[in-house]
């Protein structure tokens, strides 16, 4: 079984630029969550859909990053403009949901921004 | 709002040695804890996930036990070996699907 796929791996850019990621979840999981983690620090949650729905999205910074996921399967998130210190690894994670004590998130490779 | 921290922030050990990783938290209520492995420059692989209505889970080597009531988790790994070398992190949720993150504890096992 495929895991989540993430895509691209590595992007660098100048500041002021925009910048799109995709992921695509692992069949069947209708729960799909993008995390940030900078430099030596754990993943913080932006944004989590439950199907094509944003059901938390209270950390996204809603003037530049924007997601969708249409159809509750593939999401993408875009930052425009890109700044400095949004640097970081985005992280795509889904789980099953629907059982309140069953929520393991599995995780996929993660795309490195470099913003100069 | 759920707090996690993790101690030590790095940890080096020889070949061969049983460590434990520590990991607490501050809003007991929770369902379950999960348990994760990261590479450098890689994503985050789920190590173990503990039901609130147990006590330890294992896998292989490593055992992870959780005490709701003090609020901590702990990550046994025995007879440790060098690619165990990774970072390990704990996250606990916040309500129902949110994950918080402790910052790691960024294991070297010397050969």
């Known amino acids: 079984e495929a895991g989540v796929v993430q895509s691209p791996r590595y992007k660098i850019i100048e500041k002021k630029q925009p910048v799109a990621f995709w992921c695509n979840p692992i069949?069947?999981?209708?729960?799909l969550y993008w995390y940030r983690q900078n430099l030596g620090q754990g993943p913080e949650l932006l944004i989590r859909?439950?199907?094509?729905?944003?059901?938390?999205d209270s950390q996204l910074p809603k003037d530049r990053f924007s997601a969708e996921r249409l159809k509750g399967v593939d999401s993408t998130l875009k930052i425009q403009p890109a700044e400095l210190g949004d640097s970081a690894v985005y992280l795509c994670?889904?789980?099953?949901?629907?059982?309140?004590?069953?929520?393991?998130?599995?995780f996929g490779p993660g795309t490195r921004l470099t913003v100069l | 709002k759920q707090e996690v921290t993790q101690i030590p922030a790095a940890l080096s050990v020889p070949e061969g040695e049983n460590l434990v990783l520590n990991c607490s938290f501050t809003d007991s209520a929770i369902y379950n804890l999960q348990w994760f492995r990261q590479d450098p420059g890689k994503g985050l692989t789920s190590l173990l996930l503990?039901?609130?209505?147990?006590r330890e889970q294992t896998s292989g080597r490593l055992n992870a036990s959780l005490d709701k009531s003090s609020g901590r988790s702990t990550l046994y790994i025995a007879a440790s070996q060098p690619g165990d070398s990774a970072t390990y992190l704990c996250?606990?949720?916040?309500?129902?699907?949110?994950?918080?993150f402790g910052q790691g504890t960024r294991l070297t096992i010397n050969p």
């Open positions: 069949s069947g999981h209708n729960t």
């Open positions: 859909y439950e199907n094509e729905e944003a059901v938390d």
């Open positions: 996250a606990a949720p916040q309500g129902a699907q949110k994950l918080v």
């Open positions: 503990i039901q609130s209505s147990q």
């Open positions: 994670a889904s789980s099953l949901a629907g059982t309140l004590s069953y929520n393991e998130q599995f």
